[in-house]
């Protein structure tokens, strides 16, 4: 239902449709029911403050948290920042030391290093060869002067997942904020805060079925209370952390398509996941020096990342016109570098260069993976016809030892 004539829509890392049930919620908050959450002195201000109430309120019992630790934001990059940045500012006489890790969404990574040109010190935690980070890593980082840790759940490239239960645990061990970035996971997989000792708590809702341009942050109240110096200053909304007029009717469509994911559940994943294995399948059954990235349990149930040898993702990508994927994160795929996340857990460049994002979504069909997985290994192999070095390579040439002349 969601891609216009033939075309096959696998980018559900990147951003999703809006399920029906979601806009049909949203539609009269923009005509019969515009009122300003923060008008308190008339009907349509009242009905517009209790349809976020209520919103707060479904969103923060799925994740374990109470309503008033709810913020909304514009997405999670913004959430993200705030988190960061306002965390950082605010306990700054505490310490200027943060954590991250380099396989980070760049709505993390861009903000840690805009403290460290500030004078914060930062440490980006390394990854192995599955995108997975150490716990010993983390727990020999932490110095007294450590204010903060910031780690996402599911990795937005390659889908590699990280124990944050544990991590959460560490980090409350040590006295030390824990944030999570859980875009691509919230509303997919379980998420308590209790639980999971997760401090704040960043997601967004285009990438479950919801509208683009809302997402909130999760900010504890209790053991710790959690504070933030403001990132934007107006007048004083959401407890004064996040000032701006509320997008009503983002906000009922986020928390109505989070009821939605939750109503799908396990059975939704389920599905997705069968088909992620299908096409996973069907590529290394017939193609030749393909490789997975990721890791091959640990990892999301929509994502599939696969570097194709001898062939260049971008090219692969226009030889496929009626299929969408990406070859790269969706926010930084503009750069002709290959992908950092890629290079940080040890693939060569030629094989970062070759890789491809297949992201499963709630509305993609068997057929349509079927039909996937023919066009791109009839592509590949098209193109590698083409290609003087996988001639090479299957004449039992090593290429590593190729003396190539000089122009």
Request: charged content about 20%.
């Amino acid at each position: 239902m969601n891609t216009p004539s033939s075309h096959i829509y696998l980018d559900s890392q990147a951003t999703t449709s809006v399920d029906p049930q979601v806009l049909e919620t949203m539609l009269p908050w923009f005509h019969e029911k515009f009122g300003n959450a923060a008008s308190r002195s008339h009907s349509f201000g009242w009905e517009a403050d209790k349809a976020v109430e209520s919103a707060r309120a479904t969103l923060a019992a799925g994740i374990g948290a109470k309503s008033r630790e709810i913020l909304f934001t514009s997405g999670a990059t913004e959430s993200d920042n705030l988190a960061i940045l306002g965390v950082a500012k605010m306990y700054a006489s505490k310490g200027k030391h943060l954590i991250t890790c380099v396989t980070e969404h760049k709505a993390v990574l861009d903000p840690m290093q805009a403290l460290e040109n500030d004078g914060w010190k930062i440490t980006c935690l390394e990854v192995d060869e599955n995108g997975c980070l150490s716990l010993d890593d983390l727990k020999n980082a932490i110095q007294e002067n450590t204010v903060l840790v910031s780690i996402m759940h599911g990795n937005n490239e390659v889908g590699t997942v990280h124990p944050i239960a544990e991590i959460g645990a560490i980090c409350r061990e040590a006295g030390v904020l824990f944030h999570c970035d859980a875009t691509q996971t919230f509303g997919k997989m379980p998420l308590d805060v209790e639980a999971m000792n997760i401090d704040l708590l960043s997601a967004s809702a285009h990438k479950i079925y919801g509208p683009k341009g809302v997402g909130l942050l999760y900010v504890r109240r209790r053991n710790p209370r959690v504070r933030l110096t403001p990132i934007m200053h107006g007048g004083g909304h959401e407890r004064g952390f996040r000032s701006g007029t509320l997008n009503v009717p983002g906000i009922v469509g986020l928390a109505k398509a989070f009821e939605v994911s939750q109503e799908g559940g396990a059975a939704e994943q389920s599905r997705i996941q069968e088909l992620r294995n299908l096409l996973e399948t069907k590529l290394f059954d017939a193609l030749e020096s393909v490789y997975l990235n990721g890791h091959p349990e640990n990892r999301l149930d929509c994502c599939l990342n696969i570097s194709f040898g001898f062939v260049e993702g971008e090219s692969l990508i226009m030889g496929m016109p009626d299929i969408a994927v990406s070859s790269g994160s969706a926010c930084t795929s503009a750069s002709l570098e290959p992908s950092y996340v890629l290079r940080a857990m040890g693939v060569g460049d030629d094989l970062a260069h070759s890789s491809l994002r297949f992201g499963i979504g709630r509305w993609t069909t068997k057929e349509e993976i079927e039909t996937v997985a023919e066009t791109v290994i009839h592509a590949v192999n098209r193109l590698r016809d083409m290609s003087p070095l996988w001639e090479m390579d299957q004449e039992g040439i090593d290429l590593s030892t190729v003396q190539w002349a000089g122009h």
